[in-house]
């Protein structure tokens, strides 16, 4: 097993760790569930969580992975680089544009030396109609660059795609677009599994069989949904605003980190 010393993510929403518990203000996440694991196995163990929700490709690259590879000091240092999504749900999404940029930013990433963890997105949920179509349609040619760079630089890949576990909507919070701490506990699981951690391999088990909800519960938290995330959502890109403007990373250089369990 390697012993790995630091951990810096680098990412949107997902990798901030939204929709999970808050602990001290701020969403616990599947990284800082990670690193609890981390600092256990290493007495001088340092954690940067750079992620911040809402932004694009190009912004982690530019604003975040610079301070990344400053902390880089060799293959006991694992960087966490997740970016593309929101590009992806955008309506003027460019292949053309994001997928080399992400590449390109992965190989700098691993010519740092450090130990570069990759992840793909989840092509196909329980969802129909033609947005699941789109979605799915997307992230497939996304999810392919995503492999190919891994392959070429030698990272880590969690693919979501592997275990149709992951479909199960009990994972998503209510924005269902968000893991919610359930969800964000079985991804931690299956990071430290693919990193050759201490896990726990509960995390491949699937939920019970949920009958269906009523209609009327169906119709109301639709309504909700509606309501609540997606008009929200659509004013900020009518207005080219974005969840993240503002807002700072947890950590913006490696701190000592206690786990949090």
Same mark, same amino acid.
């Given at each position: 097993?390697?012993?790995?010393?630091?951990?810096?993510?680098?990412?949107?929403?997902?990798?901030?760790?939204?929709?999970?518990?808050?602990?001290?203000?701020?969403?616990?996440?599947?990284?800082?569930?990670?690193?609890?694991?981390?600092? %256990?196995?290493?007495?001088?163990?340092?954690?940067?969580?750079?992620?911040?929700?809402?932004?694009?490709?190009?912004?982690?690259?530019?604003?975040?992975?610079?301070?990344?590879?400053?902390?880089? %000091?060799?293959?006991?240092?694992?960087?966490?680089?997740?970016?593309?999504?929101?590009?992806?749900?955008?309506?003027?999404?460019?292949?053309?544009?994001?997928?080399?940029?992400?590449?390109? %930013?992965?190989? &700098?990433?691993?010519?740092?030396?450090?130990?570069?963890? !990759?992840?793909?997105?989840?092509?196909?949920?329980?969802?129909?109609?033609?947005?699941?179509?789109?979605?799915?349609?997307?992230?497939?040619?996304?999810?392919?660059?995503?492999? %190919?760079?891994?392959?070429?630089?030698?990272?880590? !890949?969690?693919?979501?795609?592997?275990?149709?576990?992951?479909?199960?909507?009990?994972?998503?919070?209510?924005?269902?677009?968000?893991?919610?701490?359930?969800?964000?506990?079985?991804?931690?699981?299956?990071?430290?599994? &693919?990193?050759?951690?201490?896990?726990?391999?509960?995390?491949?088990?699937?939920?019970?069989?949920?009958?269906?909800?009523?209609?009327?519960?169906?119709?109301?938290?639709?309504?909700?949904?509606?309501?609540?995330?997606?008009?929200?959502?659509?004013?900020?890109?009518?207005?080219?605003?974005?969840?993240?403007?503002?807002? &700072?990373?947890?950590?913006?250089?490696?701190?000592?980190?206690?786990?949090?369990?």
């Amino acid at each position: 097993m390697m012993l790995y010393t630091r951990l810096i993510t680098c990412g949107d929403s997902f990798t901030e760790g939204m929709c999970d518990e808050i602990i001290n203000g701020q969403y616990r996440g599947w990284a800082d569930r990670v690193a609890d694991v981390m600092a %256990t196995q290493s007495p001088n163990f340092t954690y940067a969580n750079l992620a911040v929700r809402g932004k694009l490709v190009h912004q982690v690259a530019a604003d975040q992975v610079p301070i990344a590879l400053k902390y880089v %000091t060799g293959p006991e240092t694992v960087v966490f680089f997740h970016a593309g999504a929101n590009d992806v749900l955008r309506p003027k999404y460019d292949p053309g544009q994001v997928l080399p940029l992400y590449a390109d %930013t992965v190989r &700098k990433i691993a010519a740092s030396g450090a130990t570069v963890f !990759l992840f793909t997105v989840l092509e196909r949920t329980d969802a129909k109609g033609k947005a699941a179509e789109l979605w799915e349609s997307r992230f497939r040619g996304f999810n392919e660059n995503v492999r %190919t760079v891994a392959h070429e630089v030698g990272a880590i !890949l969690a693919d979501a795609n592997e275990d149709g576990m992951l479909k199960d909507r009990r994972f998503l919070a209510f924005d269902r677009l968000h893991l919610n701490a359930l969800g964000q506990y079985r991804v931690a699981q299956a990071i430290l599994e &693919k990193l050759d951690m201490p896990f726990s391999p509960d995390w491949r088990d699937p939920l019970p069989p949920k009958k269906p909800d009523p209609l009327f519960l169906r119709l109301m938290t639709n309504s909700l949904w509606l309501f609540g995330f997606v008009l929200p959502w659509m004013w900020r890109r009518v207005r080219g605003k974005s969840s993240g403007d503002g807002r &700072k990373s947890k950590q913006s250089e490696p701190v000592s980190w206690l786990p949090t369990r």
